[in-house]
């Protein structure tokens, strides 16, 4: 079993729509949750991070982490074509000093 | 855009020969890390490094390996280069070890074994 798993979609919503995306991870030992878009041929840009479980919101995105059940959550609000683009998740592992990453779940977003 | 920027964007190598990737981290980052993205996966951790001495390694052989200048900048080296070595290389740097809810990537290097 990987350490974090995610849907690869790929995921295609109108525009306006609200965008669930997800992963699960084995190590109930994570501690920090992070969310990472990706545009083509670019490298990974944080969106934002979360310790431990909770909600954390920025703008239009919202992150959500329950520990209890191993799942974290980045909600996007009135998605935009602008947000087309390839989101992981990653966690950071448990000597601190790498982060884990789930594979990506590519979404696009039609006008 | 970040502060970290790698070199070069794209080459093209044989299978067999050695490759030199190169990273700046951001200013006021002393520890840069380096990932490998193979086409459709997530980034690989490969390893870190902290006042120029390798500080984590991730289930990558021998003939990757690094190097950090007092500068903070950093290299990685492949030798004896295998197709499956195809992949995007970024680099990530943090103002240290443990800071990795914020690390700033480059843009990577695509780097094609033929």
């Known amino acids: 079993q990987k350490e974090v798993e995610q849907d690869p979609g790929p995921l295609s919503v109108p525009e306006g729509a609200i965008v669930s995306l997800n992963c699960t991870y084995s190590?109930?030992?994570?501690?920090?949750f992070m969310w990472y878009r990706q545009y083509s041929r670019k490298g990974p840009e944080l969106l934002m991070y979360t310790y431990s479980s909770g909600n954390k919101e920025d703008g239009r995105f919202t992150a959500q982490v329950d520990k209890s059940s191993k799942y974290i959550s980045l909600f996007i609000r009135d998605s935009q074509p602008s947000d087309s683009a390839t989101y992981l998740c990653a966690m950071v592992n448990q000597a601190g000093t790498a982060l884990i990453f789930g594979k990506g779940t590519t979404l696009s977003v039609s006008s | 855009e970040t502060g970290v920027t790698q070199s070069p964007t794209h080459l093209i190598k044989t299978r067999g020969q050695q490759v030199t990737l190169r990273c700046s981290s951001q200013s006021g980052h002393n520890t840069v890390s380096w990932y490998q993205q193979a086409l459709g996966q997530g980034p690989q951790f490969i390893f870190q490094?902290?006042?120029?001495?390798?500080?984590g390694r991730g289930n990558f052989p021998p003939r990757f390996s690094g190097l950090q200048f007092p500068n903070y900048s950093s290299e990685l080296n492949v030798n004896a280069l295998e197709l499956d070595d195809s992949a995007l290389y970024l680099c990530?740097?943090?103002?240290?070890?443990?800071?990795?809810?914020?690390?700033?990537f480059g843009q990577g290097t695509r780097l094609t074994v033929v």
């Open positions: 190590n109930s030992a994570f501690q920090y």
């Open positions: 990530a740097s943090s103002l240290d070890p443990q800071g990795n809810t914020e690390a700033f």
């Open positions: 490094y902290y006042r120029e001495e390798e500080n």
